[in-house]
Nanobody, 121 residues
Framework: QVQLVEFGGGLVQAGRSVRLSCAAS????????MGWYRQAPGKQRELVAA???????NYADSVKGRSTISRDNAKNTVYLQMNSLKPEDTAVYYC???????????????WGQGTQVTVSS
């Protein structure tokens, strides 16, 4: 099995920054994409940013230019730095990864438990 543990989040004032991190552990053979999704109340979960093992990134238009996703492959950890936060960034942020475990050759999606980010105006 694979576990994702998220750190960061909390209550932040608009205009400030937040850094989220997510560490994957367990029966990991290889990790492909790592990323962050978010879900605001009454809305669908949406992609915030993702990064491949080779470092290719993808951002939602709503965070592009003020967010940076990075990863440490040696630590199986992904980071999300979000700057110039807005109240509409308020959501539960979920870590997501696609993992090839040591038990199976297939790629499996895993999700973190979620961390709340609340941006006050």
């Amino acid at each position: 099995q694979v576990q994702l543990v998220e750190f960061g989040g909390g209550l932040v004032q608009a205009g400030r920054s937040v850094r989220l991190s997510c560490a994957a552990s367990g029966s990991i053979f290889s990790i492909n994409t790592m990323g962050w999704y978010r879900q605001a109340p009454g809305k669908q979960r949406e992609l915030v940013a993702a990064i491949t093992r080779n470092g290719n990134t993808n951002y939602a238009d709503s965070v592009k230019g003020r967010s940076t996703i990075s990863r440490d492959n040696a630590k199986n950890t992904v980071y999300l730095q979000m700057n110039s936060l807005k109240p509409e960034d308020t959501a539960v942020y979920y870590c997501h990864t696609v993992v090839q475990t040591t038990e199976a050759l297939s790629w499996t999606h895993y999700w973190g438990q979620g961390t709340q980010v609340t941006v006050s105006s």
